[in-house]
C-alpha cells in the first residue's frame, strides 16, 4: 500500500518517490532483517572453528608421532633404534635361549662304536673276490667278452680301468697283485678308521706300495682298497642324540631385562 512520504518518514519507513514508485527500486532497497545475517555469520564462524580446530589436532598428532623417544611401533615390529621401556621388565627369551641350547649340543661330540668285525667281513668279501677273479682268468673256455662280463658281475664296483687291467694282467703279475692286497687288507683289520680317516689312509697305503707294482697292479690295488677298506669306528646315532639332548636340556632358560 503506497503512503505518503510525510508517513513514511513517521513510520520510520522507506522513503519512495511517488512518482517513481517501481518494483525493482523497492528490491534494490531492501535489506534482510538482522537475525538472518547474525545466524549466517554464525554458521560460518562455526565452520571455520571446526576446520582450525581439526588442523591443530593433526599438527599436534603429527608432531607427537615424530617427537625422540616416542617411535609409533607395536609388539613385534623390528626397529632400528633404541626404545625405552615404560617400566622395567623381565622376561625368558626364548631366541637366547634357543641359541645358548643349540651351542651346547653342538659342542657335544658324537659318541662312536667300534666294530672289530667289521674290517675282518670285508677283508673276507675281497678275499673271495679276488679267488673268483683268479677261477675266471683260469677259464680259458670263456671268450674274451665273457670272461670281461664275468669280471664286472663280480664287482660292479671296478672301473673299466681296472677291469681292463685284470682282462690283461699275466698270471705271475695277478698272484703279486692279490698277495699285496691281502696283506694290506691283513694289516688294517686292527686299526680303528673313521670315516673321515678313510680317504687318507687309502692315499698313505697306496703311496707306500706303488713304487713296488706296475702301472696296471696300482690301478687294481686302489680300486680294492677303495672298495673294500672301511670305517669301522661308527657314529652311534642313539647315544649321540641322548648326549647331545641331555646338554640341550642343561641351559638354563635365558632371561632379558630392559628397562
Excluded: C, H
Amino acid at each position: 500500500m503506497w503512503l505518503p512520504w510525510e508517513r513514511r518518514l513517521q513510520a520510520q519507513l522507506p522513503v519512495i518517490d511517488p512518482a517513481g514508485d517501481d518494483p525493482e527500486t523497492n528490491i534494490i532497497n531492501f535489506r534482510p532483517p538482522r537475525t538472518i545475517v547474525q545466524e549466517a555469520w554464525r554458521r560460518r564462524a562455526y565452520a571455520v572453528g571446526f576446520a582450525l580446530t581439526l588442523f591443530l589436532a593433526s599438527l599436534t598428532v603429527l608432531a607427537w608421532q615424530s617427537s625422540p623417544g616416542r617411535t609409533p611401533v607395536k609388539p613385534g615390529d623390528t626397529v632400528v633404534e633404541s626404545v625405552r621401556a615404560p617400566r622395567r621388565v623381565t622376561f625368558v627369551s626364548q631366541t637366547r635361549t634357543r641359541i645358548g641350547r643349540d651351542q651346547a649340543s653342538a659342542q657335544s661330540p658324537a659318541i662312536y662304536d667300534y666294530d672289530s668285525n667289521l674290517l675282518r667281513q670285508f677283508r673276507g668279501r675281497a678275499a673271495d673276490l679276488l679267488r673268483n677273479l683268479s677261477a675266471v682268468k683260469a677259464d680259458t673256455l670263456l671268450l674274451p667278452e665273457q670272461r670281461r662280463l664275468m669280471v664286472i658281475r663280480l664287482e660292479a664296483g671296478f672301473s673299466s680301468e681296472a677291469v681292463d687291467a685284470i682282462m690283461s694282467m699275466d698270471d705271475a703279475d695277478w698272484r703279486v697283485t692279490v698277495g699285496e692286497a691281502l696283506r694290506v687288507l691283513d694289516e688294517n683289520v686292527r686299526e680303528r678308521l673313521r670315516a673321515e680317516q678313510i680317504a687318507e689312509r687309502r692315499a698313505s697305503i697306496i703311496a707306500q706300495i706303488s713304487a713296488q707294482l706296475t702301472e696296471p697292479q696300482q690301478v687294481i690295488l686302489t680300486d680294492i682298497m677303495t672298495l673294500y677298506l672301511r670305517p669301522n669306528v661308527l657314529v652311534n646315532d642313539v647315544e649321540t642324540e641322548r648326549v647331545r639332548k641331555e646338554a640341550r636340556d642343561r641351559v638354563a632358560p635365558v632371561s632379558v631385562t630392559i628397562e
